[in-house]
């Protein structure tokens, strides 16, 4: 059991990653506070979903424009710096949202404006806590290292929208968003401690070329470059959270509630995954592993699928019993989710150079922002045409045929070994 259980020893052998992880927890759980706090006094002010939606748009914009640049900002840079003062941005953006709450101006523009601000500075903050940790620790503890980051991601997606709920209801918007200022200056306090980490070689400018050098290492490398090749098949064709609202108005029942289920299932899978991940850190065919865990997440999304199709509706208001297996196939695709992530992640630690680890992950966030959205647009058309129960079962296959189309042609990312990472 104790092989089989999250492997703490990053935590053990390296403070300074210890005081990273930290940071990166108590920031995580801040950051989804304030999103949910912000789409609902959004609403409260206008009540209109449209404008709602526009507060992804902000946060998009930026994370997009600026995860590139971001990313050679942290190469250029000492990067315990670098995340210093994003962090610190990120905190005065959180006492922006404190203090116009607190006096009650009511200006949708302004919540927007935060929004875009505070996420142009995680565009930054982002790629440089990420590129650190290979810093920190040598590389066969860097798959239990990222387990342990998405152990904390998922706590931050659990624990922080359910934090926002209760003090909304409890306590209103300005203690809410002032208990996101002081989760993340704690945060702050915790980086204060991290040692200097100037760049190891030749330093570029950041700028244009140096986000062209990025993009151009990425290009002639393709085990680094199938990391991002294969998660974008997985959030372009088979991301199932656009088709939750309608699964929930004419399918399975329950509304919104049922929405939040079935979001929480795939976060709770996601967290089992983390706690379960000791195996992780002893497989050696780490590209074989994503392929596996990308199809894993499509067939997941298949049953779902399947699961909808049996289902004639909810009846006299009465959520279907078919919930619960829904809910199942939603943990199962937040479980292979995580395994994915947690090796995608190691390949592009260890097989990128450290003066270029910066700009990876700057494409790394600009994947992660945009694949969802561009998923919600493919399965929400693909539901027009057909139903949510055959968008979601045309757009697993669709994966699992285009990702093992690529595994056979990229059989090098295959035979990937973590004992001898090549890019």
């Known amino acids: 059991m104790r092989r089989l259980l999250l492997d703490l020893t990053p935590l053990k052998v390296s403070v300074p990653y210890r005081r990273l992880w930290i940071g990166i927890s108590l920031s995580g759980i801040g950051t989804h506070l304030t999103t949910v706090a912000v789409g609902l006094q959004v609403y409260d002010l206008t ?10 748009l902000f946060a998009l914009a930026p994370l997009v424009a600026l995860g590139l640049y971001g990313g050679a900002i942290v190469d250029a840079y000492d990067r315990r710096r670098v995340v210093i003062v994003s962090s610190a941005g990120l905190l005065l953006v959180a006492t922006g949202f404190a203090v116009q709450a607190w006096l009650d101006l009511g200006q949708v523009w302004l919540l927007y404006g935060l929004v875009a601000v505070q996420n142009g500075f995680f565009a930054v903050n982002s790629p440089a806590r990420t590129a650190i940790i290979p810093r920190l620790l040598p590389g066969p503890l860097l798959p239990a290292a990222n387990a342990l980051g998405s152990m904390s991601m998922s706590l931050g997606l659990t624990i922080g929208p359910l934090l926002a709920g209760v003090l909304i209801d409890s306590v209103g918007y300005g203690w809410t968003y002032s208990i996101e200022a002081v989760l993340l200056t704690f945060a702050l306090t915790t980086l204060l401690a991290l040692p ?10 950041a700028g244009l070329r140096s986000v062209l050098e990025g993009l151009s290492y990425l290009r002639t490398r393709p085990n680094v470059r199938m990391t991002f090749i294969v998660d974008l098949c997985a959030m372009v064709l088979a991301m199932p959270r656009v088709l939750f609202p309608a699964v929930a108005a004419a399918v399975l ?7 939040g289920i079935l979001v929480a299932g795939m976060a709770v899978g996601a967290f089992l995954a983390g706690l379960f991940s000791g195996p992780l850190g ?3 065919r780490q590209g074989l592993a994503v392929v596996v865990a990308i199809i894993a997440w499509a067939l997941s999304v298949i049953a779902f699928g399947l699961v909808l199709l049996v289902v004639t509706g909810p009846e006299d208001g009465v959520v279907h019993w078919a919930l619960w297996p829904a809910v199942f196939c939603m943990v199962l695709a937040g479980a292979a989710d995580t395994v994915s992530a947690v090796f995608r992640m190691t390949i592009l630690q260890a097989a990128t150079p450290d003066e270029l680890r910066g700009r990876l992950q700057g494409v790394f966030i600009v994947v992660v922002a945009g694949g969802p959205r561009l998923g919600d647009l493919a399965l929400g058309s693909l539901a027009e045409l057909s139903t949510e129960a055959w968008a979601a079962i045309i757009g697993g296959l669709a994966c699992i045929v285009i990702v093992s189309m690529l595994a056979v042609t990229q059989r090098r990312f295959l035979r990937y070994d973590a004992r001898h990472p090549e890019p």
């Open 47 to 56: 009540g209109s979903t449209f404008n709602v939606g526009l507060v992804g």
């Open 196 to 205: 200097p980490m100037p760049p190891q070689r030749g330093v570029r400018r």
């Open 253 to 259: 029942g329950g509304g919104s509630t049922t929405v």
């Open 282 to 284: 002893h497989v050696r």
